[in-house]
């Protein structure tokens, strides 16, 4: 089955700085990559997805870049807000049938200073 | 009532209960989900139904028993579980788009549980 190795586990950068979270993938058939955010007490919500037939995909301040030969993508984050504190959890999965069975990292918990 | 919600949202049992947990989505999709949510551990995929019929369990221990009577509601029952099953139960829905397109998974808050 699909492994999802996710880097680093935790990340503190000061407001205004990028972040950048990394995650590798095991199946080289996974054709789907979303990012949740999970803020602390609250339920984790997609906040960007990139399928295998593009490299990068931009919205606003947050890029998700795939690189499908080395098996890797990527979540950026430009100009950090102390809102953009939170769990992300990176996830790969193949289309399959009707449902989405996503695997998960184990998350990296941001944490943006002022 | 919106998205997704789960109830109870706290639950604490002894190792000999019997409890149920419940989710309903009122976004019309046709797929649902539970989830385990443990600490520094990925998001672990439990079930999944789709268009009622479940179509995956990964190895769950069989403590922990799915129940889908329609596409709108789950349920997760549990009996005589283990203090390592104390967790965050989290329930999702997606409208699956076929083989070409997963869908996105809609979330809800989640039933913490402690077993003692």
């Known amino acids: 089955g699909e492994n999802v190795e996710q880097h680093p586990s935790t990340l503190s950068v000061q407001e205004g700085d990028s972040a950048v979270i990394k995650c590798t993938y095991s199946?080289?058939?996974?054709?789907?990559f979303p990012w949740y955010k999970q803020e602390l007490g609250k339920r984790p919500q997609l906040i960007i997805d990139i399928r295998s037939n593009v490299g990068e995909k931009k919205d606003q301040r947050i890029a998700v870049t795939l690189n499908k030969t080395a098996k890797h993508f990527s979540l950026h984050i430009t100009e950090t807000q102390p809102e953009d504190s939170a769990v992300y959890f990176c996830a790969a999965s193949r289309s399959t049938g009707t449902a989405s069975k996503l695997t998960f990292g184990t998350g990296t918990r941001l944490q943006v200073t002022l | 009532e919106t998205g997704v919600t789960q109830t109870p949202r706290h639950l604490v049992m002894g190792m000999t209960n019997k409890k149920s947990l419940k989710c309903e989505q009122h976004l019309g999709h046709n797929a649902m989900y539970w989830y385990k949510q443990s600490a520094k551990k990925p998001l672990e995929l439990m079930f999944v139904?789709?268009?009622?019929?479940?179509?995956e369990n990964n190895s769950v221990p069989s403590r922990f028993s799915p129940e889908c009577p329609n596409s709108s509601h789950l349920f997760l029952h549990l009996h005589t579980l283990q203090p390592e099953d104390s967790a965050l139960y989290l329930c999702?829905?997606?409208?699956?788009?076929?083989?070409?397109?997963?869908?996105?998974?809609?979330f809800g808050e989640g039933s913490r549980l402690t077993v003692l």
């Open positions: 999702a829905s997606s409208q699956a788009g076929g083989l070409a397109i997963p869908g996105e998974l809609f």
């Open positions: 199946d080289s058939a996974s054709n789907y």
């Open positions: 139904y789709s268009l009622e019929e479940r179509v």
